[in-house]
């Protein structure tokens, strides 16, 4: 049987960790300088409920002079991970934003996604874990909180994305043959 592979879009703001998430899960390697990305695409194969997965993995820019870009990826992302950083309160409002434009332009009213609230190794918090908890609730996604530099929960990550992601198009092949005409909700 052919492995499946998944398109993974990681979103978040700028400066809150998604390259250092998707580097260390790819690589095993952490960077610690910041350098704004623009858009970096990395592959990497991982077994999930004994099945060979390959992940197809674009880091996004999180600088708002790079939206532009957002629509298309957005609308190719099989599954989305929603990174904002513990001690940025802006990057958390972020996520609501993001989540609105990826349902918006995907035209679904769900989409296989985990928020992701990265650097819980630092001390000095604006947003605690109850807050990421409940945001996830009003999503209706998975939650998870991250460190790059310590590589907590990294892998966790994306088998919780890849599950998501497998459920959502089991539950879309069981619906598919019936579809609506044009015009119909």
């Known amino acids: ?16 960790g998604k390259s250092c998430i998707t580097v260390r899960f790819v690589q095993g390697k952490f960077i610690k300088k910041y350098d704004p990305t623009i858009e970096d695409f990395y592959r990497k194969q991982i077994d999930v409920d004994s ?25 190719t992302g099989d ?10 309160s802006t990057s958390f409002d972020d996520c609501s934003k993001l989540r609105s434009q990826i349902l918006r332009i995907k035209e679904k009213e769900n989409v296989p996604m985990v928020l992701v609230g990265n650097k819980c190794d630092i001390e000095e918090r604006d947003v605690t874990t109850k807050e990421g908890e409940e945001l996830a ?5 998975d939650f998870i909180e991250s460190s790059a530099k310590e590589n907590i929960n990294i892998s966790e990550i994306f088998v919780k994305i890849v599950k998501k992601v497998k459920a959502s198009q089991e539950a879309d092949g069981v619906k598919k043959p019936k579809k609506k005409g044009c015009g119909s909700a």
């Open 51 to 75: 099945e060979a997965i390959m992940l197809d993995i674009l880091d996004t820019a999180g600088q708002e002079e790079f939206s532009a870009l957002r629509d298309s990826y957005m609308r």
């Open 79 to 88: 599954g989305f991970v929603l990174v904002y950083a513990v001690n940025s």
């Open 1 to 16: 049987m052919a492995e499946s592979t998944y398109k993974i879009v990681v979103v978040g703001s700028g400066g809150v």
């Open 137 to 141: 609730k009003t999503f209706n996604c």
